[in-house]
């Protein structure tokens, strides 16, 4: 853990992480034991763990432009649950999207302690993939098959706490499966950055490449959440968005959780409900109005507002269309 000295206030965070690694060495040990192995299920997955690099020929990269997002006819998934209370980690059955540094594991080591740090300090297993997994690229994802679970927690960054997990918990052999991808960080003050046309591409492409079936995976549904939405300050309308359109594509069912912080996302159920009968290249096509300076309000209302303007001027020509044929005749 690199820990120099022990003052508790200036390693608070990495002081709180060793139990995390005592107790891998705890849980292995017991598993060594007679006592162990007979509460281990007889019918345990097997044990072995992929770690893989999931990449997207440059070639094929460069087709995800404007014209291939602003063309796609696909209508916006209808599989998109609202999950207020369970964490992203806690869905059973999902591909787990693990926020991601695009050095997988980020702080894991140091003084890191948001959702990758956590998931790399429960999921212990997950930290081989930061000795051999070099740099993320704009066109890669990362993907961890069949890890085990060693602990809970409580907290967040500087709250975070071990918590322990019963003896019964352990031995069922929870396993998930993950997904890295990394977000673009935003610094103090350039926020705005982010609604410009070339990141939102990129941070497109990027879910659309991690979000894109996998072989090994038997995973259909993806647990997913505020992606990028706190030290790397993105926005979480904006992210819900990006997320929905590359599920929507892949055609895989989502599930996005809030943590029951609904900060900017009030209108969600609305957001969903007035978008849902529209196609990606619509959504698509909102998104480059609010980059070109369409943001009167923020990204939700603004959508909102041009939805409804979009349906009155829908009308507008309906009319004059009845109006040209009423004087034809």
Not at 67 to 80: A, L, V, Y
Not at 269 to 290: A, R, S
Request: hydrophobic share 40%; proline share 3%.
């Amino acid at each position: 853990m690199y820990l120099r000295d022990m003052n508790p206030v200036k390693l608070g965070q990495q002081i709180r992480k060793i139990p995390f690694i005592f107790n891998y060495f705890e849980k292995e040990m017991l598993l060594k034991k007679d006592y162990g192995s007979k509460l281990r299920t007889q019918s345990s997955p097997q044990q072995y763990i992929v770690i893989e690099r999931h990449i997207i020929k440059m070639d094929n990269y460069t087709e995800l432009d404007i014209d291939f997002w602003g063309n796609t006819e696909e209508r916006m998934s209808k599989r998109i649950t609202i999950d207020y209370n369970l964490r992203i980690e806690d869905q059973d059955d999902c591909l787990i999207v693990d926020f991601a540094n695009a050095f997988i594991g980020g702080g894991t080591l140091g003084k890191g302690a948001a959702q990758e740090e956590i998931l790399f300090l429960i999921f212990p297993q997950a930290i081989i993939s930061m000795l051999i997994c070099e740099k993320m690229d704009y066109n890669e994802s990362i993907y961890i098959h069949n890890i085990r679970r060693y602990a809970d927690y409580l907290g967040y960054t500087t709250s975070l706490e071990f918590q322990e997990m019963p003896n019964e918990s352990f031995y069922k052999n929870i396993r998930k499966d993950f997904i890295a991808m990394d977000a673009i960080q935003y610094f103090d003050g350039k926020t705005d950055s982010q609604f410009k046309l070339q990141n939102i591409l990129t941070e497109l492409n990027k879910c659309f490449i991690a979000f894109s079936p996998i072989e090994l995976c038997k995973y259909d549904t993806i647990s997913s959440g505020k992606w990028g939405c706190g030290a790397f300050k993105g926005d979480p309308q904006l992210k819900f968005l990006i997320q929905w359109i590359a599920v929507s594509i892949v055609n895989r069912p989502l599930i996005f959780a809030t943590l029951k912080d609904l900060n900017r996302l009030e209108k969600l159920p609305q957001i969903i409900k007035t978008l849902g009968n529209k196609e990606v290249k619509d959504v698509f096509g909102y998104l480059v109005k609010y980059s070109n300076g369409f943001q009167e309000f923020n990204l939700f209302d603004s959508i909102l507002k041009m939805v409804e303007e979009d349906e009155f001027n829908e009308i507008k020509s309906k009319q004059r269309e009845k109006n040209r044929l009423f004087k034809m005749e």
